[in-house]
């Protein structure tokens, strides 16, 4: 039994079609990764994991009594708000201190509990949207580019973060990233998205799959690949070679 | 004790401050200022159609708003741009109220009291009028506090939370209906926005939390309640504007003192 299983899902924006028939399901305690250029559909994916987006076709069913955990790929708080972390963490619902405590500490801040939000650095903020993920022993983390505005160490040492909380807590990770060469090695699973499923496996099958080489090229210039990739590409090792 | 007209309007003036501040705080925190600026113009033409077909000021006025504010939530995001489509609807319900209000000519109103308030006019019924409405206001936002701050920081995380945000918008969108009307009567369709951005901003240096904002602006729409009608008393000005001159300055001297607290340490 899968914690979420997402079957021939297709999402549209108007005549706009972002995602068509996909399928994936993430099993207890694996981490999957979801990789795929700028507009594939990877943020309107988690969206109707979550319930943001309703499906135009295909549905999403989630476990019984399977909890999720959601990091948001960015969060502006206005000036005008004033809000301290723990007032954040007890939102919607409130929270003993001591499980307040004990997510901060699992995600790595223990010390920022009486900070206001606004007064964050992009490290700690992401930190402390993952501690309020935490809270209630979340099944699933679902992370959305978590780590977008972070610098290569940042981001680095906050996927350590991320693998740390899986081992203590076996929750199972579904995270979007365009970050492939840190996320990979972390990961058990990847899929290639592009609007449908291009690809998917385990890293080093996905890596040496044709599809992910047309997306993202080879060699660690891949990540640049990404943003020069055409929609209408051909799965095709000779078109990549381009 | 309700007998003296000063004493009613400072119970009025009250009641609108209590509904206005923790309502006030959200329409800072998600930008609508000019939203509410829209909704409380539409009124005068709520106005205009109560007086009209004779039926209580408060109603027509709760309506129109009503009608109007769930017109800009449709609207929004279908082509135009939110400022755009808010100045057009406002000012055409503006001007289409005050021309109808010209057709009323059987019956003498004082559109004034309606642009700017008649605090002093205020009778028993009224009150009774104002202080329903900001309790219901109070009620509706205080029952729904968490999930409304959930969808204002972030809607997929209302989502994730299983809150749906469009509903939350709603919710606040029959509030600002609702305290527009109640305050027709205070500071007058045009000044009402004031009431509910300005405690609420000058609260904002003073607070670390979302409920310590809303109380303060709540404090502070209170005591500019009270300071501003003495204040017109004494010197003979009008009082819903009095109001709003010592809201702005208690703006002013929080800010101010915001910066000097900042500056030193």
């Known amino acids: 039994m899968n914690l979420v299983d997402v079957e021939g899902l297709s999402v549209r924006y108007g005549a706009r079609t972002v995602l068509s028939h996909v399928s994936l399901g993430v099993a207890k305690g694996e981490i999957v990764t979801i990789v795929g250029p700028n507009g594939s559909g990877k943020t309107s994916l988690l969206r109707a994991i979550i319930g943001a987006v309703k499906p135009a076709q295909g549905k999403v069913t989630r476990g019984a009594d399977v909890k999720i955990g959601y990091v948001p790929q960015k969060l502006h708080i206005d000036e005008t708000l004033p809000m301290t972390v723990t007032r954040f963490l007890n939102l919607p619902h409130s929270v003993a201190a001591e499980d307040i405590q004990a997510a901060l500490t699992q995600a790595g801040v223990p010390n920022l509990s009486k900070s206001q939000l606004s007064q964050l650095s992009g490290g700690q903020f992401q930190r402390v949207l993952l501690a309020r993920a935490l809270i209630g022993n979340p099944d699933l983390l679902l992370l959305d580019e978590a780590t977008q505005g972070l610098d290569q160490r940042g981001s680095a040492s906050f996927y350590q973060q991320i693998e740390a909380v899986r081992q203590e807590t076996g929750c199972a990770v579904l995270m979007i990233s365009h970050e492939l060469h840190v996320v990979m090695s972390a990961s058990d699973r990847v899929i290639c998205l592009n609007g449908h499923v291009c690809c998917e496996g385990t890293p080093a099958v996905v890596a040496s799959a044709p599809e992910y080489r047309a997306l993202f090229g080879t060699g660690t210039g891949g990540a640049l690949a990404l943003y020069q990739h055409d929609h209408d590409h051909n799965h095709d090792h000779a078109e990549a070679a381009e | ?265």
């Open chain 2, 1 to 265: 004790m309700l007998d003296d007209f000063m004493v009613r309007a400072a119970l009025a003036g009250i009641g609108v401050a209590i509904a206005a501040a923790p309502l006030g705080c959200f329409v800072v925190w998600r930008r609508m200022a000019y939203f509410g600026d829209a909704t409380a113009h539409a009124a005068i033409l709520g106005v205009a159609l109560s007086l009209a077909f004779s039926m209580s000021v408060f109603i027509g006025a709760m309506a129109v708003a009503l009608i109007m504010a769930l017109t800009v939530n449709l609207l929004s995001g279908r082509g135009y741009a939110m400022d755009t489509l808010l100045g057009v609807l406002a000012h055409s319900a503006l001007a289409f109220g005050l021309v109808a209000v010209s057709f009323l000519s059987g019956i003498r109103i004082d559109l004034m009291s309606y642009l700017f308030g008649d605090i002093l006019a205020v009778s028993r019924g009224d009150l009774g009028v104002i202080w329903s409405g900001a309790l219901l206001v109070v009620l509706l936002i205080g029952w729904r506090w968490s999930a409304l701050l959930t969808s204002t920081l972030n809607e997929d995380l209302a989502y994730a939370s299983e809150i749906n945000p469009k509903r939350e918008q709603l919710v606040l969108t029959v509030a600002l209906a609702i305290t527009v009307a109640v305050a027709i009567k205070v500071v007058g369709v045009l000044l009402i926005a004031a009431l509910l951005i300005i405690p609420a901003a000058a609260a904002r240096p003073l607070s670390r939390t979302p409920e310590g904002m809303a109380v303060a602006a709540g404090a502070i729409g209170m005591l500019s309640t009270v300071i501003g009608l003495r204040a017109a008393y004494v010197l003979d000005t009008p009082a819903g504007p009095s109001i709003v001159c010592v809201a702005a300055i208690t703006f002013l001297i929080s800010s101010t003192l915001k910066s000097a607290l900042s500056t030193r340490s």
